[in-house]
């Protein structure tokens, strides 16, 4: 984050049309993961296919996952097919929005979220608590190929996710 922000702001579209934003009902007073991603990423279906059974799994608890997908595809149509693919492969029951086509350069993602510093790299997790504020930014995801580091990634995860839902 950069000096001054403790929170993180953005309103894109999901599938309907519809913007989706922090401020929506839906979010007040939960802790929010949110996931910087595109569908064209490999790593991204790793950690999408794992958001998406954690989230399944644990739906009764105060969160919610959001998905931020930058796509590189040269229409919004094309995008949103992509996205479609994506929930339907990985049983995905969070929204998905659109924050970029056209380009999935990482300079440009910063453009769309000018309170972060920079995006590293897709995938990039933000952990936001029940107050709105950013807790955690963590860049990259270690999926099951990785064996150990996956085992260890899902443990640190569940914790600190847990201690959040807790505050």
């Known amino acids: 984050m950069k000096e001054g922000y403790e929170k ?3 309103s894109f579209p999901d599938d309907s049309g ?6 929506d009902e839906r979010f007040k007073d939960k802790v929010v993961i ?3 991603m595109g569908t064209w990423c ?3 279906l790793d ?3 794992f958001y998406a059974e954690y989230y399944n799994a644990n739906e009764h ?3 919610e996952i959001i998905a931020l997908a930058f ?4 229409s919004k149509e094309n995008a949103f097919n992509n996205i479609k693919r994506l929930k339907d492969k990985t049983g995905i029951n969070y929204p998905v929005l659109l924050a970029q086509y056209g380009s999935s350069s990482k300079a440009k993602a910063q453009e769309k979220l000018p309170m972060l510093n920079h995006v590293l790299s897709y995938p990039t997790t933000i952990f936001v608590d029940k107050n709105g504020k950013v807790r955690k930014i963590h860049t990259g995801f270690n999926g099951p190929a990785t064996g150990q580091k996956y085992i260890e990634f899902k443990e640190e995860f569940n914790v600190f996710v847990n201690e959040l839902l807790a505050e």
């Open 8 to 10: 993180i702001d953005f």
């Open 61 to 63: 608890k105060d969160l």
């Open 34 to 36: 949110i996931q910087i």
């Open 42 to 44: 490999p790593n991204c």
């Open 47 to 49: 950690e999408s296919e």
């Open 18 to 23: 519809n913007m989706v934003s922090l401020d």
């Open 71 to 74: 796509e590189y595809v040269n």
